[in-house]
Each structure stands twice: as C-alpha cells, then as structure tokens.
C-alpha cells in the first residue's frame, strides 16, 4: 500500500515545494513594498475616522498605535505575507490542478487555464469586495458605536490582521462557483445535489460568515447574502455542466407528491378519528 501511495506523494512534495518557492520569492518582493502596501490596507479605516470625526469630536481624535517595540517590523511582515498569498495565488492553484490532473481524462486536463485564471478573478472579486463595499460599512459602524464615549486609538497589529481576516474571507468565499464547476466536471455533484442541499447551505453560510467576518451583525449579514447568491449562480452553473439525470429528477418527484399524499391521508384520518370522538358527546 506504501509503495502505492508513494509515487503520489512525491508527486505532492514536488507540488508544496514549487508553491512554496515561489511563495518565497514573492514575499520577498512584496516586503520592499510594505509601507505602499499598508498604506493601502489602512486607507479604509482612514476614511472612516475622518467620516466619524465629523460628528464626534472624541473620533476626530482617532489614531493608530503600536505598544511593541518591533511592532513596525511584525506588520510589515504580515502585509507582505497577505500581498504574496493573492500575488502566489496563480501558482498555488497550477500547483493543485497539476497535482490532481494525472487521475483526469484528456478534455478534464484542458481546464487548467480557466481553473488558474477563474479562481484568481473570484478570489480578487471578492477581495474587491470586501474592500469597497464591506470594509467602509464596517468599519464606520464599529467606529461610530461609542465615538461620543471613547477616542479610538486603533492597534494597528490588532487592525492588520483583522482586515486580513476579512480580506481572505470575502475572498475564498466568492471561489464557490468555480468549486462548483469543477466538482460538477468531475461528476461529484449535480444541480439536484445543490438544491436538495440549500436549506442546509443556508444555515452553513451564516456559520461561516460568523466564524470569518468581525463580530458585528452588518458585516456577516454583507458575507451572508452575497453567499447565498453565489450559491445560487452555482445551482445554474452546474445544471449547465452536469445536470441531475431526469429519472432522478422525476423519483424526487414522485417520493415529494408521495410524501405529500402521505400527509394529507394521515390529516385525513385523524379528522376522522376526531369525529367519531365528538359523536358519542354530542348524543
């Protein structure tokens, strides 16, 4: 079993090794450029300090600290990892399909480039996302509760890795819809999985929100909805690719209308069974 699995995983370290070369040389790269780089992530929270301020004077007063000593160092190094996890995207996603590609057949082996491309685009969708739309709502909300009691003096370590946090989120979420594809092209699922699967989705989605978005209701409800709406583009995509035989769509069918003839029997007898109850009282 050993000798098996071992072609497999020197296949895998030969795959983890490029990714994480490459992951290298793009951080080291992206390090000379952290002070744009931050300027960037903050710019955010900038605009929502100024917005604030203009209503709260103690707002107006907001700034960012550090309390380390190396605390300038340690952020840099944190911008510089998320910028070289995006930059490196390309790559690790080449890396994985490769990986995967030998258990394809030839037309499977020709989706490399939409796979590469498609979950780099997704991933920066959502990222944009997340910046544009998410991150100005938020960050004004969190700032404006309580900007009449507190002056906010924001940890700018704390304030990286939180917009990292919901940078990654945003992101990875809105790679649903290629999973999807590429899980319905292997054959793993079809749209009648998806749809038998929502009201599940549903529940899940707002776990996952909850779990990779700060804790305040507007920024999981911005994860959540969009979430559901992708979930629903991939019901549509996967129909497209693999959809659900109709023999399995008709048996859905008819164990609903069976399930439902079920019911309707049982209310009726228990209509009946109140009835003959009621008789012998009224008498």
């Known amino acids: 079993m050993l000798e098996d699995l071992r072609p497999h995983l020197v296949e895998l370290r030969k795959r983890l090794t490029i990714s994480v070369v490459a992951f290298i040389v793009i951080f080291m790269a ?27 004077p103690l707002a107006a007063k907001g700034m960012m600290t550090t309390n380390q000593v190396g605390g300038a160092f340690f952020v840099a190094m944190k911008v510089s990892f998320f910028a ?47 910046y544009y739309v998410v991150t100005p709502f938020g960050f004004t909300f969190l700032i404006t509760f309580g900007s009449f009691t507190f002056t906010p003096m924001i940890n700018v370590e704390d304030y990286v890795g939180f917009f990292t946090k ?28 998806l749809i038998d699967f929502f009201r599940y989705a549903i529940v899940l989605i707002f776990i996952i929100a909850a779990l990779l978005t700060p804790p305040d209701v507007m920024t999981q409800l911005l994860m959540a909805f969009p979430l559901i709406i992708l979930y629903g583009i991939s019901i549509i995509i996967v129909k497209f690719v693999n959809p659900a ?10 164990d609903t209308e069976e399930e439902a003839n079920e019911l309707l029997e049982q209310k009726e007898e228990s209509k009946r069974i109140e009835q003959k109850e009621e008789t012998p009282k009224s008498e």
């Open 245 to 254: 035989p109709k023999e399995e769509e008709e048996k859905e069918d008819d």
């Open 84 to 130: 070289s996890i995006v930059a490196a995207l390309p790559i690790i996603l080449s890396q994985i399909w490769l990986f995967i590609a030998p258990g394809l057949y030839d037309n499977e082996k020709k989706m490399l480039i939409p796979f590469v491309f498609g979950g780099t685009f997704m991933f920066a969708v959502g990222v944009a996302f997340a």
């Open 166 to 193: 919901i940078m990654f989120g945003f992101g990875v979420a809105f790679e649903l819809p290629i999973f999807a594809y590429f899980f319905a092209l292997l054959g793993f699922i079809t749209d009648r999985h």
């Open 30 to 56: 992206m390090f000379t450029y952290n002070q744009p780089l931050l300027t960037w992530m903050t710019e955010p929270l900038h605009d929502a300090l100024v917005n604030v301020g203009k209503v709260s």
